[in-house]
C-alpha cells in the first residue's frame, strides 16, 4: 500500500513532540492473576495488529510544505515492541508508579510504529500490562475501540469481527471562497478569545515543563455511583468527575498554604466531535474548551453545580477551539507545530 499522509488533526499531534511535551499516552491495566506471556502475544496480534495503524510507521521528509504519512513498516516484528520486565521489590504499588513514570519519559523510536507494550510481573499477586501509543495514532474514543478488540481476543471472550479501514469518502464539493473564510474566522475567534483572557495567579501547578515525569491514580470510581450523583441535577458523568477533581484540587491547594477563595486555575478539557459514522475508526476528533474550576467553592454539591452550567455553556456553537479548523488551516506549513511547546508554554499564564 502506498504511504498515506495524516489527516491534518493527526499531523498536528505528531508534530507536536518535544523533550519536555511528549505526545503520548501511557495506559495501565492491572490484574488479579499473572499473565502469560505467550497468550498476551497473541491477544495483541489479533486484537492490536487488525488495525492497520499499529502495523505502520510515521515517514517525513523534512520539508516544510509535506504533510507525514503512513507507510507499511517492512519487516513489521511484534517483538520489537512487547517487552516483559519485573517489578522490583517490594512489589507495591509505589514501584508500579516509579516504574511507570520511568516509562512515560521516554520517547517513542519514529523508526517504528509508534506503539509499544510492557507486561511488568510480580505486581502484588499479579501483573500489569502497560501499553504506550503516539497520539497522532487516535483519540481517547477511538482507542476505547481499541481496547474492547483487544480484551476480546483474550481466551473467555468473544471475538469482535476484524477491523475495517475508513471507508473511502465520497466525492464532495471543494469549499469555496466564502466557506474557507468562515472557517478561518471561526478558528481565529477562538484563538483570540483564548489569548485574551487574564492571565491566571501563581500557583503550586505554574511552572516549566520537565522532562522527568510522574504517574499517580485513584482508586476505581463506580460508574453507577458518579451517574447516580448526577442523576438529581442531569449532571453528565463528566461534571462529577470534572467537580471531583476541582475539589481534591482545591484540598491540595489548602495543604499548601494557600487561599482558594481568590484562586482561579484554568483546565483544558476535551469534547468529543466524532460524528456517528466513524465511530470505530481511529483518528483525532475533538475539540478543547478551557475550564474554569470551582475551587473555591466550599460545597461538592455547589462545585458540581457550577462545573455543569460552566460547561454547558462552553458547549454552545463557536466557544470550543475548533482542532480540525485550526490544523487544517496550518495544514500548508505543518513543520509550525514543532513550536507549539514552546509557544504553549509561554502563554500557560494567561490561558492554561
Given at each position: ?50 488495525f492497520e495503524r499499529f502495523r505502520q510507521r510515521v515517514v517525513d521528509s523534512g520539508s516544510a510544505l509535506s504533510s507525514p504519512a503512513w507507510e507499511d513498516m517492512p519487516g513489521f516484528n511484534l517483538d520489537r515492541h512487547v517487552h516483559r520486565a519485573a517489578l522490583p521489590a517490594p512489589h507495591d504499588e509505589e514501584a508500579l508508579l516509579a516504574m511507570i513514570g520511568d516509562l512515560a519519559g521516554q520517547p517513542l523510536d519514529h523508526a517504528l510504529p509508534l506503539w509499544q507494550a510492557y507486561v511488568v510481573e510480580n505486581v502484588g499477586s499479579g501483573d500489569a500490562l502497560v501499553f504506550r ?220
Amino acid at each position: 500500500m502506498p504511504p498515506q499522509p495524516l489527516e491534518p488533526v493527526d499531523a498536528a499531534w505528531f508534530h507536536l513532540d518535544g523533550p519536555a511535551n511528549q505526545a503520548i499516552v501511557t495506559a495501565v491495566s492491572l490484574t488479579a492473576w499473572p499473565l502469560q506471556f505467550a497468550k498476551v502475544l497473541r491477544a495483541l496480534e489479533h486484537g492490536l495488529l487488525s488495525f492497520e495503524r499499529f502495523r505502520q510507521r510515521v515517514v517525513d521528509s523534512g520539508s516544510a510544505l509535506s504533510s507525514p504519512a503512513w507507510e507499511d513498516m517492512p519487516g513489521f516484528n511484534l517483538d520489537r515492541h512487547v517487552h516483559r520486565a519485573a517489578l522490583p521489590a517490594p512489589h507495591d504499588e509505589e514501584a508500579l508508579l516509579a516504574m511507570i513514570g520511568d516509562l512515560a519519559g521516554q520517547p517513542l523510536d519514529h523508526a517504528l510504529p509508534l506503539w509499544q507494550a510492557y507486561v511488568v510481573e510480580n505486581v502484588g499477586s499479579g501483573d500489569a500490562l502497560v501499553f504506550r501509543y503516539h497520539h497522532c495514532i487516535g483519540d481517547g474514543a477511538a482507542m476505547m475501540t481499541v481496547a474492547a478488540r483487544l480484551f476480546s481476543a483474550l481466551p473467555g471472550h468473544s471475538a469482535l469481527p476484524p477491523a475495517a479501514s475508513a471507508p473511502a469518502a465520497p466525492p464532495t464539493e471543494a469549499p469555496g471562497l466564502l466557506d474557507t473564510a468562515r472557517t478561518a474566522l471561526s478558528a481565529a475567534t477562538s484563538l483570540v478569545g483564548l489569548l485574551i483572557k487574564p492571565a491566571d495567579p501563581p500557583s503550586p501547578f505554574k511552572g516549566r515543563f520537565a522532562t522527568s515525569q510522574r504517574v499517580a491514580w485513584s482508586g476505581p470510581v463506580a460508574i453507577r455511583d458518579a451517574k447516580a450523583i448526577g442523576a438529581a441535577s442531569g449532571a453528565k458523568v463528566n461534571d462529577v468527575l470534572t467537580a471531583c477533581v476541582a475539589g481534591a484540587l482545591r484540598r491540595y491547594l489548602q495543604g499548601r498554604g494557600i487561599d482558594v477563595r481568590r484562586k482561579t486555575l484554568r483546565a483544558m478539557v476535551p469534547l468529543s466531535l466524532r460524528p456517528p459514522e466513524r465511530v470505530g475508526q481511529l483518528g483525532n476528533m475533538f475539540g478543547l474548551v478551557i475550564l474554569e474550576l470551582p475551587v473555591a467553592a466550599a460545597s461538592p454539591a455547589r462545585r458540581l453545580a457550577l462545573t455543569q452550567s460552566r460547561m454547558d455553556a462552553l458547549k454552545r456553537p463557536r466557544r470550543h477551539l475548533p482542532c480540525k479548523p485550526c490544523s487544517t488551516c496550518s495544514a500548508a506549513a505543518p513543520r509550525c507545530w514543532k513550536t507549539c511547546p514552546a509557544w504553549c508554554s509561554a502563554a500557560r499564564p494567561a490561558w492554561c
